[in-house]
């Protein structure tokens, strides 16, 4: 079954500190993962996404995430975090014609 | 403006009132999809259309129905709400028929009580 983990609920960093929002996933064959942002009160956006090649994927707003195949991980980072960074993040990956989201991880930049 | 939009957005209703939440976008995609988002869960899919006809369950489908007559538009009808639908639905659209593995396009969102 497919399926995509979120361990950390909620992430806090201070502004201008890295960040890490991480996701392990679970599907078969070739996965195609994603990572989708919510502002308050929005929809989701699209921040970036891993099929083939490159494990390191670059995004928007300066995001990027790590495949790590053996680790089964598509972690998303970004060097220096900002204050409007604050918001909830979403792994996902695709299965067939479904997509399968994880339970999202709140984050907090404090200034 | 390319954009996905819902009607309404916010909706209070009872157990048992047939009700129908709108879908529509104008960016000529052929994929659509409805996401139910609960807390502590994510977001659930609940049926998918890769085209005008064409439409399939998604992980939680039991309670709802879908149409696809126009390419642009994908209501979703609650037939019998039940308070376990309460929840904040989302319509997003991609521009594939593999829509799954491309970037979806999200609506802002309908917030539903059903009491």
């Known amino acids: 079954a497919q399926s995509v983990a979120q361990p950390e609920d909620q992430v806090n960093v201070a502004e201008g500190n890295p960040l890490t929002v991480k996701c392990t996933y679970s599907v078969s064959g070739n996965p195609y993962l994603f990572w989708y942002v919510q502002y308050p009160n929005r929809g989701l956006q699209f921040l970036l996404k891993?099929?083939?090649?490159?494990?390191l994927v670059k995004g928007s707003y300066g995001f990027e995430a790590e495949f790590n195949k053996s680790q089964t991980s598509f972690h998303l980072k970004k060097p220096s975090a900002l204050v409007s960074d604050s918001a909830l993040y979403f792994c996902a990956v695709t299965s067939g014609n479904n997509l399968f989201f994880g339970t999202g991880t709140r984050l907090t930049v404090i200034p | 403006e390319a954009q996905v939009t819902q009607n309404p957005r916010y909706l209070i209703t009872v157990t048992g009132k047939k009700l129908t939440v709108t879908c529509s976008q104008n960016?000529?995609?052929?994929?659509m999809s409805w996401y139910r988002q609960d807390p502590g869960l994510g977001l659930r899919q609940i049926y998918y259309s890769m085209n005008v006809e064409v439409t399939d369950k998604g992980d939680v489908p039991e309670g709802y129905k879908v149409s696809r007559k126009e390419k642009r538009n994908f209501p979703l009808i609650l037939e019998s709400p039940s308070p376990n639908q309460t929840s904040l639905y989302f319509c997003?659209?991609?521009?594939?028929?593999?829509?799954?593995?491309?970037?979806?396009?999200f609506g802002p969102g309908t917030r539903l009580t059903v009491l």
């Open positions: 891993y099929i083939t090649g490159d494990n």
């Open positions: 997003a659209s991609s521009f594939t028929t593999s829509g799954s593995y491309n970037e979806q396009f």
């Open positions: 960016m000529n995609h052929e994929y």
